[in-house]
């Protein structure tokens, strides 16, 4: 129960078509388990209503909220809609991405309009869902923002958006840690690395035309720690630690969760 009587907005909580669990649902699920108040917002409300009732064993509350992460005015309505519900925000974990799906290519083929997309959907959807969530966190002396980047951020990518907008969001996340530290908001950002996951392996699959196991084990293969991908359900475990109070003294932080990935990149 480490996160009893807390309240969570999880953006991104539903997933694409595939096999097996994404990060937002699994991270939905894990902190209801821990007994939090969960509004699982997703573009897709089906798929954020299938989440709650994957959550509905745990000791917390499950709501599905459908909101799309480039509209500004529907990241607004969601942070009201939170704070009329529950009265506070303790947490705010922002878990939305798009790369190969969106039109990402290397950056000598990048499309404009393809490039904007993934900018919006990867990184502005953050700073607006923070714009509109910072001054209820203030008025309560306190809160958690945590995002999701990647490894990307750091290693070899080949397709520029991607990479540009997930060093951008752990660029962000610092300075949200250092401007609202006086006002008791911690902000920080997980690194996942090679996961399989929904949007990781089968979007790859569907692109690549090579099957999904292939993929897998390509993509295992690239993996220091037991030469296995992680799942979505490590990239959870992180988010709920750095939710939890149990890391209360910990802000700014870029967190790598990626099978020593970024160890052998150095």
């Known amino acids: 129960m480490r996160l009893d009587g807390k309240t ?14 994404g990060n937002g649902r699994a991270t939905a699920i894990r902190f209801v388990a821990e007994g939090a108040r969960v509004l699982a917002v997703d573009r897709d409300l089906p798929s954020a209503q299938e989440t709650c009732a994957m959550a509905a064993s745990g000791k917390g509350r499950c709501e599905a ?4 992460v480039v509209d500004e ?14 009265g506070r925000i303790d947490i705010l974990h922002y878990n939305v991405g798009v790369s190969i799906a969106g039109g990402d290519a290397p950056p000598d083929a990048i499309a404009q309009d393809a490039f904007d997309h ?6 502005r959807g953050m700073v607006m869902a923070c714009k509109h969530v910072l001054p209820v966190m ?13 490894i990307a951020a750091y290693e070899n990518y080949p397709y520029v958006a991607y990479k540009a907008t997930k060093a ?7 300075q949200l840690a250092i401007h609202e530290a006086e006002n008791g908001i911690r902000a920080n950002v997980i690194l996942p690395g090679l996961m399989d996951t929904p949007m990781a392996v089968d979007t790859r699959a569907r692109h690549s035309g090579k099957s999904r196991a292939e993929v897998a084990a390509l993509r ?11 799942t979505a359900w490590d990239v959870a475990n992180a988010a709920l630690f750095l939710a939890s109070d149990e890391a209360n003294f910990i802000t700014g ?12 990149i150095g």
């Open 73 to 86: 005015r529907a990241l607004r309505e969601m942070i009201a809609h939170a704070r009329r519900a529950w």
């Open 8 to 21: 969570a907005i999880i953006i991104g909580a539903g997933q694409g078509p595939g096999t097996g669990m």
């Open 65 to 68: 909220y459908a909101a799309d």
């Open 220 to 230: 295992d293969a690239r993996v220091p720690l037991r030469r296995k991908m992680g």
């Open 168 to 174: 951008a969001m752990v660029a962000y996340v610092r």
């Open 118 to 123: 993934i900018v919006a959907v990867n990184l």
């Open 253 to 264: 932080v870029a967190l790598p969760v990626d099978g020593g990935a970024l160890v052998r």
């Open 138 to 150: 203030r008025a309560q002396k306190s809160g958690v923002i945590l995002g999701i980047s990647s």
